[in-house]
């Protein structure tokens, strides 16, 4: 008997945010957020934070949407030899069918400040990160609910 069913692919320590819900987009989503080797969430140490789109794909084939990008098994990879810093990574889950509307919106409130306002200090309250930047990903996040650089 042949199933169809896609196995998990997670390499390395998660939190998994069920249900995110955010004033400024209208849909809940999920959050996953990877931990790198070795992260204690009481000691002093900064990470710094990639913040990803299109979270679904990010880490799992599982709940991938074709092929996974397998940013966990490279992050992993990576710190593991060296190669760069520990780093928390934040992928935001798309809401499926209303994906373009999110990313590429044609009418849009202005409630200011945009996910990152809520995202952002709830990665931060629950993983200890070392930059109040939010980088390209989270810009990205912020533009469907505020296009314009007036603030």
Same mark, same amino acid.
């Given at each position: 008997m042949s199933t169809d069913a896609k196995q998990h692919t997670l390499t390395g320590e998660f939190r998994t945010h069920e249900r995110f819900r955010s004033g400024f987009l209208p849909h809940e989503r999920t959050i996953l957020v990877y931990l790198p080797p070795g992260y204690k969430p009481r000691a002093a140490r900064r990470y710094p934070v990639?913040? %990803?789109?299109d979270g679904q794909n990010v880490?799992?084939?599982?709940?991938s949407i074709g092929e996974e990008w397998h940013v966990d098994e490279t992050a992993?990879? %990576?710190i593991e030899g060296g190669q760069i810093e520990p780093v928390i990574i934040v992928a935001i889950y798309n809401t499926g069918e209303h994906r373009i509307d999110e990313y590429a919106?044609?009418?849009?409130?202005?409630?200011?400040?945009?996910i990152a306002a809520e995202l952002v200090p709830r990665i931060f309250e629950r993983a200890v990160s070392g930059s109040a930047s939010t980088g390209l990903g989270l810009a990205l996040a912020r533009t469907p609910v505020h296009p314009h650089p007036a603030t």
């Open positions: 990639l913040y %990803l789109q880490f799992d084939k599982a709940t992993q990879g %990576l919106p044609t009418k849009v409130a202005d409630k200011g400040g945009g």
